[in-house]
Structures are given as structure tokens and as C-alpha cells.
């Protein structure tokens, strides 16, 4: 069973920057893709990122495409989002969470760090 545990989260002006970690209790495999996601108040959770721990192929939502950056740290097991350019609508609690394979559901989810965005 894998653990995430996020950190990072805070609050920030609009136009700044935060970094985002998320750590892994174990070894994750080759296989798996590390995602992030994020929840607005009221708003259901939406994608925000990926990165394949194998390769480090990534993709990311049109809505921070450009200003935000995955990246890992295989020997750390962990996983980072560098977010900058934050805007107001950034403002979530935002979540990371693995999948064993690209073909996998997302079965593993961190406890979530709260990010805010302020104008």
C-alpha cells in the first residue's frame, strides 16, 4: 500500500510561486504515474497534471499549462509541482495521487494541502 503525503501548500499574492511535494512511503515502481489534482470549493476535483515515474513523460491541463511544472526525484521517491504565475482561480486544495500503470485507476491519494491564492 502506498502512502502520499503532500506538502507545500500555503498562502501566496497572485503573480507568485509555491512548490508542491508529495512523497511516497515506498519504492514506487516503473510503472506508475504520479498525478496531481485539485479542489475548488464547491467545484469537483479536476486534473491539474501527470508525470510517468518511468521516462518522466508529462502532461498537463490547458488551465496551467505554461505555469506550472511536474517533476520527480526518483531517489527521494517524491514528487514535486512547481506552481508560478498563481492566479486567484489557482486557489484549491490540491491533492496527489498514484496509479500501478497508465491503464490503472488512481488508487493511491495524499491528504490533500491547501493552497490559496489571494489578489
Known amino acids: 500500500q502506498v502512502q502520499l503525503v503532500e506538502s507545500g501548500g500555503g498562502l501566496v499574492q497572485a503573480g507568485g510561486s509555491l512548490r508542491l511535494s508529495c512523497a511516497a512511503s515506498e519504492r514506487t515502481f516503473s510503472t506508475y504515474v504520479m498525478g496531481w489534482f485539485r479542489q475548488s470549493l464547491g467545484k469537483e476535483r479536476e486534473f491539474v497534471a501527470y508525470?510517468?515515474?518511468?521516462?518522466?513523460?508529462?502532461y498537463y491541463s490547458d488551465s496551467v499549462k505554461g505555469r506550472f511544472t511536474i517533476s520527480k526525484d526518483n531517489a527521494k521517491n517524491t514528487v514535486y509541482l512547481q506552481m508560478n504565475s498563481l492566479k486567484p482561480e489557482d486557489t484549491a486544495v490540491y491533492y496527489c495521487a498514484a496509479r500501478e500503470s497508465p491503464a490503472a485507476s488512481y488508487d493511491y491519494w495524499g491528504q490533500g494541502t491547501q493552497v490559496t491564492v489571494s489578489s
Open positions: 508525470i510517468t515515474w518511468s521516462g518522466g513523460r508529462t
